[in-house]
């Protein structure tokens, strides 16, 4: 994978933003982020090809460089392992969010940084959400699909407004990216909430789009929606102002 600064216009998904070419003839502060904190959502297997791999520890090493910290699923495995550890290894804030059910470290392994139990799967996704003020996916299997589906909806009904980002690997993505388009073109997306997701093929170019997300959709209903789950002992109520 090609060093990403050397790109100096940045293509996302929906849109195109200019950067101006970084001075690599001297030494630069390190890069300012709006953000905390960014939930990943990635698969507990590593992948067949290892630039999945590399993007993983390249989007922990990103992380670093600005200052964010990461918000994920817990765990030391596949894609998990690697971002949580580029993260850890570079002094960055760590968060795993972990079910108590498979809490057990036969089944998620030494986790870098803090540990945060919850009672069960929502808990688990409603915890992350709360902490992380955008959200990333990883190439991943059947639960990074639905963690990043129910993030995109909440966004689309108003729930929060956080930047949703897919880190395109080699074109992983691109079949659902088809997907989308054609549920846009056949009515059952509107075309404003296809701009809640923003897709690059680098960490460096994803995390520069999302720095930019500008939220374009609304919902009249958004006012009334909250989403609630229990974690440990105290109730949490999510709702539009969760975003800073």
């Given at each position: ?11 996302i ?48 090493q990103?992380?670093?460089?600005r ?19 580029a ?6 804030q ?17 986790t ?132 800073r």
């Open positions: 994978m090609e060093q990403e600064e050397a790109s100096t216009t940045k293509t998904t929906g849109s195109t933003m200019s950067k101006p070419a970084s001075n690599s003839s001297s030494k630069v502060s390190p890069l300012r982020s709006r953000f905390r904190r960014v939930c990943v959502f990635c698969g507990s297997s590593a992948g067949k090809k290892a630039s999945y791999q590399l993007a993983a520890v390249q989007l922990g990103q992380l670093v460089e200052g964010v910290g990461l918000v994920y699923g817990g765990g030391s495995v596949g894609l998990m392992g690697l971002v949580s550890r993260v850890h290894n570079g002094g960055g760590v968060i795993g969010v972990v079910p108590k059910a498979v809490l057990p470290s036969e089944l998620i392994g030494e870098p940084g803090e540990l945060k139990a919850v009672s069960g799967m929502h808990q688990r996704k409603a915890e992350m959400a709360r902490r992380a003020d955008a959200f990333v996916a990883l190439p991943g299997g059947y639960g990074t699909l639905e963690e990043l589906l129910e993030v995109i909806t909440w966004a689309q009904l108003g729930i929060h407004d956080k930047p949703v980002g897919l880190l395109n690997v080699d074109g992983y993505y691109d079949s659902l990216l088809a997907f989308i388009d054609k549920a846009v073109d056949e009515g059952f997306i509107a075309p404003a909430a296809r701009h809640i997701i923003v897709a690059a093929p680098t960490p460096g170019e994803l995390l520069a789009g999302l720095e930019d997300y500008v939220p374009g959709h609304h919902d009249a209903s958004s006012a009334k929606l909250t989403w609630e789950s229990s974690v440990d002992t105290n109730t949490m109520v999510c709702s539009p102002d969760i975003s």
